[in-house]
């Protein structure tokens, strides 16, 4: 063979979307038989795949999708292009139902069926091996498309020996497979149904746990979101870059939105018709809650008004008219596709934007605090050594066991502007910190809670600090205290409820920290009002903090998020059937409580030095009483 021809060969072997152009064949959506030319999102799924293959790694996707973009056509494509030009391969198609199922297997056949001959490709080598032997069973036999090599004898002589091609269900049992796969594709996995025999997670474990990690395996993890259930913990895991937590395997997140697909759009009779509906867009008063996110959603991802109108059609007609079914089936971006029964709080469009700013920012810079210098204060308990100030301390230069800080904007300071101009000098910052202390409680996943500290600038609204973590609670109010310190004496607002006192009581009466929140109680006899120092989340003040998120996410700043982490809690933070708000089961709220407190903060305390009769002013504490 020439040496034209061996790499014509391995193209065919391993360019998928070469191999696809010139020997695939598929139905298009008129039933036609057409060259499988792959969508963006295909060729960059593929993309993806390869080069983890060209590192020397196993090939492994989770793939997050919106419905009917043809994935499935792809994988089946990819695997069939192995199978019918390597040897002693075995692909594992694992679909939700029989029928699922069955569609897999014609397209798979038809490719094979479509396959040029010999004297067709006209290159001197076969790329069609014979077809051994095909079967589809509905009853949870064995179906399989067979190639190779049907003469034995030349089998045996080293020529192409057999590869299969098959396709198994979510609820057949997996104890009759003895041997090993080269290639899983497990489709529309977080809609496998629980059997009488296993759940769809011990049937998933079963197939990756058979798959070797080695190079040139393949598996891909495809689906539509359907709440909270073991697909999206796996989804989590790869966005942040983790490992999987049962094969220890890492794999590539790809996500694809509905509007990426030119199909779903929904064209008008004249341009009249176009006009009137871009007039009704945002119009809820006539179309009620599907046209609430259509103006932002524009905004966002510059939809035409075709796409909308399609959007608008499909909830009332596919989607009973619940705009968080589409969502669902149907997502504008990754976040809003997982949804439980709970119903997400904010926008999602809101929160989309927020996620897209906070990624958009700059990655803080890490490091610890430490204290720049002492004095003795007299406390009930006697004298108390009290930091007087706090220096930063580059992550390079930590100590082992110091508590790191995440940093998007150290404090304006007067020092730190002296080598400017002095029409470029800023007033000294103001800040903003609120603590939110882990009560201790377990979740779902029996991992306990974290303390989160969120600092922001008043003047912009922006987050300039954050820290989270599970640190002894009686180490936390000097950490806390150093924070407020390295912010220019920050206002400090610390949660309350339950332990949180804890942690405010050592900062306003060990440490007599002055700058601390106070909240307002009225007696309802003498009409008098007293100040309680620290927060107290409640009935009456939740929906304050709320609000003040809300209008936060509505305005230019989307939040003042840096921390994409803080930002993705907005997704999982919901109202159920009761009205009861919070994270949903097995999630974490407690970056996102301590931004929400910081904005509430801000609303009540106008900026020091700055006009304002409607906000409160910061009264410092006394230094000699602490109140």
Known sequence: ??????????????????????????????????????????????????????????????????????????????????????????????????????????????????????????????????????????????????????????RMQGAFASSVFEIDTANSPEGKRGYTPSMIHLSEVARWKESSTSGPASKMLALLNALPYEPETICVLESTANGLNFFYRRWQDAVAGQADPDTGETYVPVFVPWWRDQGCAQQFSSEDARARFVETIGDTRRYGEPAEDEPALQELYDLTAEQLAWRRMMIRT????????????????????????????????????????????????????????????????????????????????????????????????????????????????????????AEGKEDTFDEGDF??????????????????????????????LLIALYYNRAYVAVEVNSVGVAVNDPLAKEYRYPKLYRRRRRDRRSEDTTEIIGWQTNPSTKPLMEGAMGAALEGDTRGGLRSVKAARQLTVYVKDEKGRRGAMPGEHDDLLMAVMGCHQVMEEYRVPGEPGKKKRRYQPLDDVSGY
């Not at 069609?128 to 003469?151: A, M, Q, T, V």
């Not at 709080?345 to 920012?361: G, H, N, R």
């Not at 912009?460 to 000097?478: F, G, I, K, N």
Request: charged share 25%; hydrophobic share 40%; glycine share 4%.
């Open 1 to 154: 063979m020439t040496g034209e021809l061996a790499e014509l060969q391995e193209r065919l072997r391993y360019d998928t979307p070469f191999w696809a152009a010139h020997c695939a064949k598929i139905l298009n959506k008129r039933r036609e038989l057409v060259p499988l030319i792959p969508h963006p999102w295909q060729a960059e799924f593929d993309a993806k795949l390869e080069e983890q293959r060209a590192k020397g790694l196993p090939m492994r996707a989770i793939v997050l999708k919106a419905r009917k973009l043809g994935f499935s056509t792809w994988v089946a494509a990819k695997f069939m292009q192995r199978v019918s030009q390597l040897p002693d391969q075995l692909a594992i198609v694992c679909a939700q139902d029989t029928d699922t199922a069955h569609e897999i297997f014609s397209i798979a056949l038809r490719m094979y069926s479509h396959l040029p001959s010999y004297q067709e490709l006209g290159a001197g080598f076969n790329i069609k091996p014979d077809l051994i032997g095909k079967n589809f069973s509905r009853s949870g036999n064995r179906s399989f498309i067979e190639l190779g090599e049907k003469n034995v004898s030349l």
């Open 318 to 437: 596919q989607h009973e008219n619940k705009v968080e079914l589409f969502k669902q089936e149907n997502p504008s971006s990754a976040e809003e596709a997982f949804i439980l029964s709970g119903r997400p709080f904010f926008s999602s469009v809101l929160v989309a934007k927020a996620i897209k700013a906070a990624e958009a920012a700059d990655a803080p810079v890490r490091g610890t605090l430490r204290a720049a210098g002492f004095e003795m204060k007299r406390t009930a308990r006697g004298q108390t050594k009290v930091p007087t100030g706090a220096v930063w301390v580059p992550e390079e230069l930590q100590k082992a066991g110091e508590e790191t800080l995440d940093v998007w904007e150290h404090p304006v300071t007067r020092e730190s502007q002296l080598l400017l101009p002095e029409a470029e000098r800023q007033p000294e910052g103001a800040y903003v910190v609120f603590c939110d202390v």
């Open 451 to 480: 303390h989160a500290i969120q600092v922001f600038d008043h003047r912009t609204r922006m987050q300039v600090a954050e820290y989270e973590s599970r640190l002894d609670r009686h180490l936390l109010p000097y950490w806390l």
